[in-house]
């Protein structure tokens, strides 16, 4: 099986809620048709988001949208242990235990309003995780119908394979942008690649709006050169040079706000011409790259 027919810009959903907008019921509801309406129909979760309440705000907001289930694939992760008012732990920690993978699903079915998920990941890797309890938890789920699809977040290509023995890895989730293109070169990419994993970028847009830094005024001079050329902003060619790359990034964007939603969602007619791409890795890494 395979995630195919997920959308090529995937929407996150981690500043809907108490961790950045604080949507109503409705406001969530009409996100998710203005959402799908712009072709993203692929909507990335955690267990944790909003701490631990995220989830159940969007289930509400989808019922309310009044959308099928089969209009969107859910995405949603499991296995960091947060610190918050919403559960009772000492220290952020990780749990992979067999019986915690099965509830952390099954609260995430209840929470999202939802009988499966198409796509449940675990959010990053542990130094206790053992294998095969993780391959009982993730076959049981999978036999049941509850998760579709399994993958992993920010796990390195080695602690994919230990995991790829016992259990199907359709997908990794890391962070993969212009101002952290390690990916590209360490063989994160290449193993995707080669072993038939779907990659997934989180912070897709990188540090450019965030850092005023010589890096990303480089980067920042030759955008603007190019938003004219190509008659598009900044963060639709950040997004276009990530979809550039032949393992075929789905970048997850991280906005709550329309416009930019439908913005991103044109980045997949943007094509980066070869010598621009490598015109603006040069200004990200600063010397020549060949």
């Known amino acids: 099986m395979s995630i195919a027919h997920f959308s090529s810009i995937i929407s996150g959903v981690m500043t809907w809620g108490e961790w950045g907008k604080n949507l109503n019921t409705k406001d969530v509801a009409n996100l998710i048709n203005h959402t799908i309406n712009q072709g993203i129909t692929t909507i990335d979760h955690a267990d944790i988001y909003g701490n631990y309440t995220t989830e159940a705000l969007f289930g509400s907001g989808f019922k309310a949208s009044g959308l099928h289930r089969n209009a969107i694939q859910i995405i949603t992760k499991c296995g960091i242990q947060h610190l918050c008012p919403n559960r009772d732990n000492k220290v952020k920690h990780y749990n992979y235990g067999s019986d915690y993978i099965i509830w952390s699903a099954e609260n995430s079915l209840k929470n999202l309003q939802t009988d499966y998920i198409d796509l ?171």
């Open 120 to 290: 449940l990941l675990l959010h990053r890797p542990s130094p206790l995780m053992d294998p095969t309890e993780i391959a009982e938890a993730v076959q049981k789920l999978l036999k049941d119908g509850k998760i579709l699809h399994v993958g992993v977040s920010n796990f390195t290509p080695l602690q994919t394979d230990l995991l790829k023995k016992h259990i199907p890895i359709v997908a990794n989730q890391i962070e993969c942008s212009i101002t952290h293109s390690q990916p590209m070169f360490d063989g994160s990419l290449d193993h995707m690649m080669v072993n038939g994993i779907e990659p997934m970028s989180w912070s897709s847009l990188g540090s450019v709006f965030k850092n005023d830094t010589e890096q990303s005024r480089r980067i920042m001079r030759l955008l603007d050169v190019f938003s004219k050329k190509y008659e598009a902003t900044p963060d639709q060619l950040l997004l276009a040079w990530l979809l550039k790359h032949p393992a075929k990034i789905r970048p997850v964007i991280g906005t709550a706000t329309p416009e930019r939603i439908a913005l991103a969602a044109q980045s997949v007619e943007i094509d980066v011409e070869l010598e621009d791409w490598f015109l603006l890795l040069e200004a990200a890494v600063g010397h020549p790259v060949a």
